[in-house]
Every structure is written in C-alpha cells, then in structure tokens.
C-alpha cells in the first residue's frame, strides 16, 4: 500500500496534467479547424482519463494480504461455530452407535 507522501505528486500531476489538457483544448478550439480541435479534444481528454485511471493502479493490497484477511475471517467463523459442531458430532456419533446396534445393520 502507498502512503500520503507518495500519493501527493501523483495528485499534483493528475491536476497539473488536466489543467495543460483544458489550455490545449481551448488553444485548439481558438486556432485550428472546429473538426481538428475536436479530435484533439478527444485524444486529450481520452489521455486525462487513463492517467486518472492509472493513478492508483498500485494501490491495493497484496494477494498474501487478502488471503491472510480470509483466513483470519474462517478462523473467526469456525470458533463461533465450535459448540455446534461438538453437537453435531455427538448426534453423529449416537447414531452411528444406534446403527451399530441394529441386527439387520449389513456390517
């Protein structure tokens, strides 16, 4: 994961980035032919858009961090589930006795 003071130059050039972009667009809309200017305006907005995209492409937590996460959760669920599966067990374990027991039990 990034920090803060990582994170802060890429605001700046995302904004910085934009701010060049709007000045080319009204540069190419002041200067050039209306269908030019709006091609330009699509290839700038379109390079805006994936810089945006990009920014926080890094960002995210690891595969060994939300594998860890889902662990921890299972763990957390099969100790709230202990009681119920000792139950469980001994139904089991009461019925494989009453099976056992049976004189037609095929064993």
């Known amino acids: 994961m990034t920090t803060k003071a990582k994170r802060a130059p890429r605001v700046v050039g995302t904004v910085l980035a934009a701010i060049v972009a ?3 667009i009204a540069w190419a809309f ?5 269908v030019v200017a709006a091609a330009v305006a699509t290839v ?8 945006v995209a990009a920014s926080g492409w890094d ?7 939300r594998e860890l996460a889902r662990a921890r959760r299972r ?3 099969w100790d709230r589930n202990k009681d119920a ?3 469980d067990r001994l139904k089991w ?3 494989r ?8 039990s095929g064993a």
């Not at 002041?30 to 209306?34: G, I, S």
């Not at 960002?59 to 961090?65: D, G, I, L, R, V």
């Not at 006795?97 to 037609?104: I, V, Y």
């Open 22 to 24: 709007v000045a080319l």
């Open 30 to 34: 002041a200067e050039l032919d209306v």
């Open 44 to 51: 700038l907005v379109t390079a805006v858009g994936i810089t």
């Open 59 to 65: 960002q995210h937590s690891t595969y060994e961090e």
């Open 75 to 77: 763990q957390e669920k």
């Open 85 to 87: 599966r000792e139950r």
């Open 93 to 95: 374990e009461a019925h």
């Open 97 to 104: 006795a009453r099976q056992a027991g049976r004189p037609d």
